[in-house]
């Protein structure tokens, strides 16, 4: 005869399925992707910030390039990881 174990079969979906996240999951995985949009948007701006100090322009033109590129970028980054249904 076999033993039963409790963990095996539809079981063991249901527990470790990535698809079902609790409610806690879901809002760490939406505040990870708020502070990586901080942090890429940041990036592209101090970058552009460096660059237009560096070559001592008057008009921040990186500052305002790179700025729109890490919005633009960022806003990429959080339609790729949006549930496709």
């Known amino acids: ?17 990535t698809r079902q996240l609790a409610p806690m999951d879901s809002y760490k995985d939406w505040t990870g992707l708020g502070f990586q949009m901080l942090a890429v948007i940041g990036v592209f701006t101090a970058g552009g910030l460096w660059l237009d100090k560096k070559l001592g322009l008057h008009f921040p033109v990186f500052t305002v390039t790179l700025s729109v590129t890490g919005v633009v ?3 990429y980054s959080v339609i790729r990881r949006l549930p496709k249904d």
């Open 1 to 17: 005869m076999r033993e039963f174990s409790p963990l095996t079969g539809d079981v063991w979906q249901k527990l470790f399925s």
């Open 73 to 75: 970028l960022s806003l």
